[in-house]
């Protein structure tokens, strides 16, 4: 008896994934335009798969916008910080929205266009709820896209993970993460130059 | 032989969000199903069915299934009176689902269903042809199909080599069919509709 070819359609959304309907990112967008999925609805597509976007409690909130601020006094003029925008990976039908993403800008590059992998130098996730697909399965379409610089701010080990090294193929991952706790400093690299360091405390509740 | 069944399968309200916290599925409506089909997003190539919200793609038929359900369509055919219509995977349209079962009988006249699907008050008996599907066809499907209040429910289990035949729906919290019979090898099934029996089939007719 086949149990796993046919899962009940309550349990983990990942063990269902490959009998839902998936959708290109061009259906996707298409849904978009007709109204069925409207903008600023709590959703993004991952590899084909419509989710919905766990709405962000207190903490969530309150740290991304800590780090928000941190974040723009260090940009050069040359660069963006999007929040809650999305990233079009067409590769594999994905269009997250990152909780915080650093791009190239000018700003009016995004006038017909979402970013795409190329444009995006450092992804930041505040990870509470949506811990374990923050480090599965956004953590291996980030590495499969070639996103540099991903962190994760996990508010239920008051750590901040920050991989590098993106490696594709068949088990896209990170090559290399650095925990950094309480007490130390997080280095902003990007395109290998260091911005500046923020230090945990001032992010993690 | 009448015995009463345990709902094996889970709650499957809509919800937000999994008990686990992990982001969960985006359910769409019956209304946006259509939606999709109205503008070629999604076609008969897709062979989707609505479950809860959810688009699930269908197993593909194999020639068992597909001899089960031919057998049972013809042999339907003979016994059940117009102005009943045999439907072979049609959709029906239910409030959160657009399942679409191996065979529906349908209450006609058939010029009422021109420019929609059959719903569930129009509809008095279901079957599905179950091979690596069971667990599905008697978990979702079936509570979907209890919930509806779908009178008579078959299954025709190729693994078992059974036809399962459930009636009695009841709605609430676990929709559940509170009689299941099975009716196995050398046995007849009788065909009741609207509470009459107009006939019986051979389970060995039915079963490749």
Request: net charge neutral; glycine share 6%.
């Amino acid at each position: 008896m086949s149990v796993a070819l046919y899962p009940t359609i309550g349990l983990a959304p990942t063990q269902t994934n490959w009998m839902v309907r998936r959708f290109t990112l061009a259906e996707y967008h298409t849904l978009i335009d007709v109204g069925v999925l409207k903008p600023g609805d709590p959703y993004e597509l991952l590899n084909g798969v419509i989710k919905f976007k766990m709405p962000q409690n207190t903490p969530h909130a309150s740290t991304s916008s800590k780090l928000e601020k941190r974040l723009w006094k260090m940009l050069p003029e040359e660069l963006l910080l999007r929040t809650q925008k999305p990233i079009t990976i067409s590769s594999q039908d994905s269009e997250p929205e990152p909780d915080l993403a650093i791009v190239l800008g000018p700003d009016t590059r995004y006038d017909d266009n979402q970013p795409t992998p190329r444009d995006v130098l450092l992804i930041v996730e505040v990870s509470d709820s949506s811990f374990e697909e923050d480090r599965g399965e956004k953590l291996q379409s980030y590495a499969a896209a070639r996103i540099p610089c991903y962190w994760i701010v996990n508010l239920r080990a008051h750590i901040i993970e920050v991989y590098t090294l993106p490696r594709g193929g068949r088990n896209p991952t990170y090559r290399s993460r650095v925990d950094f706790t309480a007490g130390t400093a997080v280095p902003v690299v990007i395109a290998g130059k260091t911005l500046g360091t923020i230090p945990t405390s001032e992010i993690l509740p | 032989m009448n015995r009463t069944i345990r709902s094996t399968a889970r709650t499957l309200k809509p919800s937000k969000t999994a008990n686990d916290g992990l982001p969960v599925i985006k359910r769409f409506t019956v209304e946006e199903y259509h939606r999709m089909g109205e503008i070629g997003l999604l076609s008969e190539a897709d062979r989707c069915e609505l479950l809860r919200g959810l688009i699930m793609e269908k197993a593909v038929i194999n020639p068992s299934h597909r001899y089960g359900l031919q057998q049972t369509t013809d042999l339907l055919t003979e016994i059940i009176p117009k102005p009943y219509r045999i439907v072979s995977q049609g959709p029906i349209t239910l409030s959160d689902s657009e399942p679409e079962p191996d065979l529906a009988v349908w209450i006609g006249p058939v010029q009422r269903y021109r420019a929609r699907h059959a719903r569930a008050s129009e509809i008095v008996l279901l079957m599905e042809v179950s091979d690596s599907s069971i667990v599905y066809d008697r978990g979702e499907k079936l509570q979907i199909y209890a919930e509806a209040k779908i009178p008579v429910y078959w299954i025709v289990n190729l693994q078992e080599r059974i036809v399962e035949v459930y009636t009695l729906p009841r709605g609430g919290r676990n929709p559940t069919y509170r009689s299941r019979i099975d009716f196995a090898a050398g046995m007849a099934v009788p065909v009741v509709v609207a509470g009459n029996t107009l006939g019986t089939i051979s389970v060995d007719e039915i079963l490749p």
